[in-house]
């Protein structure tokens, strides 16, 4: 572990992971494992976000409030940054250090619908976690879960301890699938509020789509949520 780590140990205004909601996320995600590695641990916590919370990429966050772990922890589905955010919180809050990391990266698969509301194939701040085991970094990214990766013919991500899990190179059928182009480093909490900046200017249809679907629900709910 170098020097660095202990700041990616600490509670930080997004990756707040002294909060009830990520404890109640770990403990749950730990249930009956506690006497687990640091390792097994990290392993537990990336499947945990992984598979339970399924990725949308159709309704990103265009609050900075939206990327507040506490907040994805008790939400059912989300797209990369979240995720990220949700497990560097969680391995924080279980003792591994962790940052929440970007990178530059182009889906040779993107599907029509998405391909519209972005009006290219770039994701720009595509999330993925640093960690520390054992003296080691580790990228992994807990985006895609498995019963999405199932039905559209894509390589699940497995983390396991040893190796990285970052890259969906390929899909099942060897065809390129997701290329990155730009690492951006990795932070101790994320810099949303020039995240958001840069999706409204990159995304204005994506952006706007999602506002709308905000706005659907807290009419629906009576207000804000």
């Known amino acids: 572990m170098n020097s660095a ?14 909060s009830p909601e990520i404890g109640e996320f770990v403990s749950r995600s ?24 399924r990725y949308n990429p159709f309704d990103i966050g265009t609050s900075a409030d939206d990327y507040r772990a506490s907040r994805i922890a008790v939400k059912p589905s989300n797209y990369c940054v979240p995720k990220a955010i949700l497990l560097t919180a969680a391995l924080r809050n279980a003792g591994i250090a962790a940052a929440v990391g970007f990178a530059d990266v182009r889906n040779h698969l993107n599907s029509a619908k998405l391909a519209e509301l972005m009006g290219t194939d770039l994701f720009i701040y595509h999330g993925y976690v640093a960690l520390w085991l054992d003296g080691k970094q580790f990228k992994v990214t807990p985006a895609f ?59 204005p249809k994506l952006w706007q789509s999602s506002a709308d679907r905000v706005a659907v629900r807290d009419d629906a709910f009576g207000g804000p949520q």
């Not at 780590?5 to 002294?18: M, Q, R």
């Not at 730990?30 to 687990?36: E, K, M, N, V």
């Open 30 to 53: 730990l249930d009956g494992a506690r006497d687990l590695s640091e390792t097994g641990k990290a392993i537990r916590l990336f499947d945990a976000v992984r598979d339970g919370i």
């Open 145 to 203: 879960n498995t019963e999405m990766c199932e039905r559209f013919g894509v390589r699940q991500l497995i983390f396991d301890g040893k190796s990285d899990a970052l890259f969906h190179e390929f899909d099942a059928n060897s065809q390129r699938h997701m290329e990155y182009v730009h690492d951006r480093g990795w932070f101790a909490d994320p810099p949303i509020e020039q995240l958001l900046r840069e999706f409204h200017a990159m995304y």
């Open 5 to 18: 780590t202990p700041t990616f140990l600490a509670p930080t205004h997004f990756v707040d992971c002294n």
